[in-house]
Structures are given as structure tokens and as C-alpha cells.
């Protein structure tokens, strides 16, 4: 099963979110979604909490994007354990005005406090035809793409984006001063999957570099500098005190351009909402964190957002468009060498069919973690596919 | 004078918005301005309308952005006084909910369309917290970054998209399905001077093509693609049947990004609107344009939007941080043989100072085609600086 799954993935061809995984073990999808939900239960997190927290981190699996799944259990867990996590939040409203809010995520975890501070978004969509709310005083929320989708049942084009821990140059600089920033959009189609856009606004996210480094392999040019602010093709050169260049990389490719999209993303989560922005922005992981950082906010900064589009067309006759857009966009001639031309969203797609089929393939380092967690917990270990 | 500018201009090092100009022959701005309204009126356009288009296009010419102002006159002159744009339109709000609005421009310039849908939107975020519109029906509406820009008297966060004429090409596509799709948003600072964000998704736009092609050079790897479909680093052969490559360019430099934004700005501006979307939008010019070319829609499509930060935090706070992140990315150490780390809408603002004291430099093809526009309407030529 691995093995086609493999064969699958391999045909795709694409840089999307495409898994990168060595000597799969398949999971079964609901226990693996059973299994992180009682851990979430055991650090004391409520039930209904844990329950959701799961949610966002099964999406991630399910849909092929291992870097955001089960795969940081462990760096939650850390965090809820050692204290650094408020297992019980009030979340609350800061300041509102009809269509908008800025909420306080009092230290929650943000597997918890972004799909509650997403639901007032969208539940001010349906009142408002539209609906944003900025957030401080969070954490790492997962994948960015899970959000949108929770919108797209109530017939509303979803949008979230998140800062994150500085790994990222500015266009021009050598230092990192902005997070990966990713940004996240899904349109409802009719009878085509839905759009779902997620995207870091850096040229790739740090796991790829890792992973090269693993393999032994260089990097692309245009991915990072090392730490004396040169181009460098070597995964360790920037591992050891380089970063990440924003999307664009350099001036021929319009560098500027992911850096502008950065600051889009630190401003609306970050500065509006009054949490720390910038190279402020507080490290995930507690590991390597600094003891007395300067902090100009709290926490983390999220934004989520929905449209209505019953206020500005027939739901109907928009998403049967989207069916359209998506089959002209498909029909496009591919490049030599590339064997289809695919619309956002859908190697993440073809990525839960496969799984939900075949199970959930997890790096041994993963399960390896996992299996820490089992012992510390007594949480019984996910079954096999 | 244009010495100087020259001087001044070449020391940003930067991509962003950088006039591109050859032996330019400065005039001064408001006469400009007044050549350009004046023009508008003579073919018929209300003058409160003229006003509002000739502002449009200043704001171009005085920020920098040499692409959009006065040099597309000749083209907005043609269709109007070809019949192809109507100079009366009955904008008109189609569907709307609170803080959302489809509107049609009934086939009116851009440049004055675009103004009243964006300012629905900000009176829109005055009265809910936030306010988005929806245009269909419209043709181009000059420099995206324009309309954003007249949110921050208010103490809004605007925002405006286009979709444009197809001329870039879907990730791993090979033909042409999507426009250069550009995006803006302008944030408000205190002291400092507000970020301006205004990018296509493309790696490139056109015009940067056609620059090289002028001069003889070959432009940058991952800019653009032959009519076959490969690579190529000569103009001439993007022009003649190529296309455009989506921002990140090529797998390695992650180019489905680019493709995932010019898809969000296509969806939002023309398949919300009802709008004409991907390779179906209208061009631009009339010449070249094919006569009977397929439509799924009316005319092409805008999207505007704007966030009160009075709903999300008190605004003198906010810009009060917005000065500080600015002088925070300011200070990031440069790369090396990069003078210095800029602030998204920074080239902008430096080429504003320049242009008002030392004038517009234009260049000389631009000049002939205004003095082409003076002898038909016998609108005198706008005066050297």
C-alpha cells in the first residue's frame, strides 16, 4: 500500500504540499484521529477542546501535509505539559465593530483558539456578509489551510493567515525578521472539489531544507543565504545561522514580492490584533527558545476572514463558475515535460483520497515520538492501517 | 534635473516600481494633471468624472509607476473615442449584504469606475468595520495601488485587485489562461509614511519584457517561456507567441504560489462579479484585439475592500506600531552589495519627492503619442517642468 501510494504522489509532479515521507507505516486515519484526541484529554485539555484540536491536526494528515500534522504532537505536548500553554482559555473579545473583532486567545492553544476565533469570522459573515477577526495572545495553529475549509459548508470563501517564528529575511536583508507567514483561501465549487489555496509566503517552508539536509542533497537556488548573507545551494550552510528568502527569492525573481506578502500577513495578525510581530514573534517550540526575549505584544497573531456569497451573487450560479474555472484552468496545454496542469487544492485532494484508502503513512521519527507520548500518557498507540 | 533623478532613482537598487525611462523630458505635474483632464472632458467625459481619472493616472506618473500613468493615455483616448467605452455609466449596485456589494460599471472607464466601487467600500467600512465590492462590467483601472492608497485619510486598510488580459500562464501550463493579476493593500503609519503594497502575480509584469526587447538585452531565467513552452531568456520570443510566468516562476522557485494568487485575484474580482475570468477577460487595447472572442461574462473585473482599525484597535495605537515595524525592517543588516532594506512603498514615496520638485520624466515615444491626443482634441500640451 505504501508502495502505491508512492507511485501516486511520485506522478503528481508537483511542489504543492507533495508529502515527503521514508519507509512509510500507514495509520489508520480515525484511530490516529482517536489517539490524539485522548492525549490532548490526558494534559487536561476539555473534551470538547481536544476533540477539536485533533480535527486540525487530522486535517493535515489526511490531506498530505505531514509537516503540520501528528507530526508536532510532540511540540504541543511539550508545551501543554511544561506549563507554557493555558489548557483552559477564556477567549475573549477585545474590541468589535459589526463585520470586526480583535480577540484575545488568553495563551490558549492555537489548535484551539483558531477554530473558535474562525467561527466568529464566519459567523459574522452570515450576519454581516462578511467577517474578520484578528487575534493576539496565541499560539501555532496548524496548517493554515484548515480554516478556509471550515467555511466552505456555509457557502463563504474562507481566509486565515498566521504569523509565525522569524526564519525569513526581508528582500535585500540577511537577517530573519519575519515568520514563513503562510496565507490560506478556499472558494466552494459545485460538483468539482473546492479551491483550497495555502501557501507560506517564504519560496519554501524550513522543512524542505530539512529534509534536503537529511538526504544529503543541496537546495535550489533562490531557497537561502547562509549565515554571511550569501546564496548557498547547502541545507546546513543555511541551518546553521542562514534563512529563508521570501518568495521570489532575489531581484530577477521579484523577491520583494514575498516580502511584501509577509508583511501583509505580520500586519493584519500580528500588529492589528496586538500581538508580537516581526522578528517578535514568538518560537514555536520551546527547545532553543531564548529565556528573555523582547516581547512588543502577546503572543502570536492570527487572522481569519470570510466572505457571504449570497451577498454579492447567487451561491448556485458562483459555484457552478468555480466548476468552470477549474475544468478551462485544467484543459491548459502542459509544459514539456510536466504531464497536467492541476488548480489549487488538488494534489491536497487526490492526497485524502489515497489516505483515507490506503492510511496515513509517518516518518519512523514520528512514530517514535508518538510512542514517548504513549508511554508518558498510557494513551494507547494508534492501530495500524 | 533628469541627471539628478536619474542619480537618485539608481541608488535604490531596488525592483519594485522603478521608472524605467530614456533621455526623459520632464514636465511639471499639475500641468500634467490638468493636460490629462482636460482630454477626458473632450471626449466627452462629465468633468467631475475627467477629474477623478486624471487623478488617477497622476497618481502613476508621480509615484513612479511609468507604466500606468500617462503612457496608457493613447489607449484610454482610442476606446473612448472609438465608441468602445461608455461615458455616462449608471454604476449600479447589483446584489448586496451589509458589508458586501456586487456592482456593474456599465462598460465605464475604469479609472472612474473603480473610484465609486472603491469608495462604497470605505463608506461600507465606516458603517459595518468593513466593506467589500465586487466589479463586473469594467475595463482597466490604471495602477491597483491608487485606490488603498485613498483609504488611509480614513484610518482604513484598503485593498484593490484587478484581473487583466491573459498573458501568464497557469503553473506547469503552456499557454497563456490568466492575467498579470495585480493586488494592493496600503496600511497607515504615524510618523512614518504609509506602506504601499502593489504587486502583479506574475514574476513580472509585460512591460519589463519590453523594456529588454527596446534595449537589446536578455531578461532574467524564470521571467517567461517561448511559444513551445521552454524556457527562455529572449524577449523576442516571449513576445512573439510566449507568455508570462506565474510569481516563484518554475517548480524550483515554488511558481504555483504565483499561481494561487493570480487565481485568488481572477476568482474575487470577475467569477464573484460576474465578470469575464482566466483567458476569457477583455483586453486591454482595441488593437489586436480578435472581434468575436468567446465570453462568460461582462467586461472585466475589480475587487475592493477596506478594514476600519477602529473596529480591531485604536488607530493612533496602530500606526504607532506600524511606524515601529517599519524602523525595525529598516534596520535589518543588508546583503551584501545591497545598500540598504526598504519598506514595501518606500520607492514610491522617494520617487514622489523627487518627481514633484524635478518634474515627470516621460519618455519621448509617450511625449508623440500626447501631442498626437493635442492635435486631434486641441487640448494644449502640458508644459515642460
Redesign the interface.
Known sequence: MAQRFHHIIGRL????NIPCVMEPTPFGHSDLRRYVREVFEWTGIPAADAELAADVLAYSDEHGIDSHGVARLDTYFDLIIGGKINKNPMIRVV????????MDGDNGLGLIVGPRCNEIAMDKAG????G?V?VCNTNHYGAAGYYPVQALARDL?GLSMTNTTKGV???????K?LGTNPIA?A?PASTEKP?I?D?ASS??AYGKVEIAERQGKSV????C?DA???TTLDPIAMIQGGALLP???D????G??????A??V???SA????AN???FAVPFAIKGAPKEAKQ?GKGIGHFFGA???????DPCI?KQ??D??IR??RS?????G?S?????GEPEHRAYAIRLRDGIPLDPKVVDSLQRISKVSGVRMPAYH
Chains 1, 2 share one sequence.
Not at 450576519?127 to 462578511?130: L, T
Not at 497536467?340 to 489549487?344: A, D, M
Open positions: 509532479g508537483l511542489s504543492f474590541r468589535e465593530k459589526a463585520s470586526v473583532a480583535t450576519a454581516y456578509g462578511s474578520w484578528s470563501i529575511v526581508p528582500f535585500n536583508g540577511r537577517e525578521m483561501i472558494f479551491l489555496i501557501m519560496t519554501v535550489p537556488h533562490g531557497w543565504i554571511h548573507g550569501h518568495l521570489g527569492s531581484e530577477a525573481g521579484s520583494h514580492k514575498g516580502y511584501c506578502i508583511t501583509v505580520d500586519l493584519l500588529v492589528l490584533s496586538g510581530w516581526g522578528p512588543v466572505w457571504d456569497i449570497d451577498g454579492f451573487q458562483f463558475s468555480v468552470e474555472w478551462v484552468m491548459t496545454p502542459p509544459l514539456p510536466a497536467e496542469v492541476l488548480v489549487p
